[in-house]
């Protein structure tokens, strides 16, 4: 018997729930040195009100669309509008699903980009560089000194 894809990546969201796609300026690092790359990633409703603050952000665009039209038959879908260059960022329908609900919670943020719409006008900043695959590595000298009375019974 064959199964059903999904429309939507959880059951308890319809496929015209409004969500917020972003294209993110990220970078790699590979032999020490960093290459840009453009992320397709959804974005929450506390991180939309944020940018509508006027914070800087990674975020050079962001469309206000539905979750039918971001994934369809259990696959993310590649929307006109987003560069040839960018990629999905890593799971993706986890993190759809996750920003699909908040707009859901706060309905008001949908007034922040009608559904449909782009906007670019963001605080766009490379300053603080986001690098996804950086590992950082624990030594020694990060451990926290305590002071000599700390573990006492005085």
Same mark, same amino acid.
């Given at each position: 018997?064959?199964?059903?894809?999904?429309?939507?990546?959880?059951?308890?969201?319809a496929?015209?729930?409004?969500?917020?796609?972003g294209?993110?300026?990220?970078?790699?690092?590979?032999?020490?040195?960093? =290459?840009p790359?453009?992320?397709?990633?959804?974005?929450?409703?506390?991180?939309?009100?944020?940018?509508?603050?006027?914070?800087?952000?990674?975020?050079?665009?962001?469309?206000?669309?539905?979750?039918?039209?971001?994934?369809?038959?259990?696959?993310?879908?590649?929307?006109?509008?987003?560069?040839?260059?960018?990629?999905?960022?890593?799971?993706?329908?986890?993190?759809?699903?996750?920003?699909?609900?908040?707009?859901?919670?706060?309905?008001?943020?949908?007034?922040?980009i009608?559904?449909?719409?782009?906007?670019?006008?963001?605080?766009?900043?490379?300053?603080?560089?986001?690098?996804?695959?950086?590992?950082?590595?624990?030594?020694k000298?990060?451990?926290?000194?305590? =002071?000599? =009375?700390?573990?006492?019974?005085?």
């Amino acid at each position: 018997m064959p199964t059903a894809q999904a429309t939507t990546p959880s059951s308890d969201l319809a496929p015209d729930a409004y969500v917020v796609i972003g294209i993110a300026s990220c970078f790699v690092r590979e032999d020490k040195e960093l =290459h840009p790359i453009e992320v397709i990633e959804p974005i929450p409703s506390a991180m939309l009100e944020a940018l509508n603050r006027g914070i800087p952000t990674s975020y050079k665009l962001a469309f206000a669309t539905t979750l039918g039209a971001v994934w369809q038959d259990g696959q993310p879908q590649r929307l006109a509008e987003y560069p040839e260059s960018a990629q999905f960022c890593d799971e993706f329908a986890l993190r759809v699903a996750s920003a699909a609900r908040t707009y859901k919670a706060r309905p008001a943020a949908q007034n922040l980009i009608p559904s449909g719409t782009v906007r670019d006008d963001f605080n766009f900043s490379l300053d603080r560089k986001r690098v996804l695959n950086l590992e950082r590595q624990v030594t020694k000298e990060d451990n926290v000194k305590q =002071h000599s =009375h700390t573990h006492q019974v005085l």
